[in-house]
């Protein structure tokens, strides 16, 4: 949404709804997709990631480190200017949101029949 958030605001353009399974707190008068067809969810998300080996304790500082700046008000702020939401949680949260995710689109891949060219 960050690259149409001006043009929404602005009227330039004509958003019908926000396609996160919540409205979105830069723009709660807009539905979301999930008011309208119950099961649909489509978000994008960033995360940070470590190479498989790093040990624990310096994943647990980098987490740490990282929550840290996400509750920050001032750059939770930013995001919401840009019209991003920030979500703080443990490696173990971030990993479970990447097989979540990983399952929930390969399910869409496997039923749209796509095949890689």
């Known amino acids: 949404m960050s690259g149409a958030i001006e043009y929404i605001r602005t009227g330039k353009l004509r958003a019908l709804a926000v396609t996160t399974i919540n409205r979105s707190e830069s723009l709660p008068e807009l539905p979301s997709a999930s008011e309208i067809v119950s099961t649909y969810e489509a978000s994008q998300w960033y995360g940070l990631a470590a190479p ?47 097989i979540e995710e990983t399952e929930k689109w390969a399910k869409v891949i496997r039923l749209s029949g796509a095949k890689p060219d």
Request: glycine share 8%; no cysteine; net charge neutral.
């Open 52 to 98: 498989r080996n790093t040990p624990g304790e310096i994943v647990n500082k980098l987490g740490s480190e990282i929550n840290a700046v996400m509750v920050d008000p001032k750059f939770k702020q930013r995001l919401a200017d840009l019209g991003a939401t920030t979500f703080a949680g443990s490696p173990a949260d971030f990993e479970k949101l990447i």
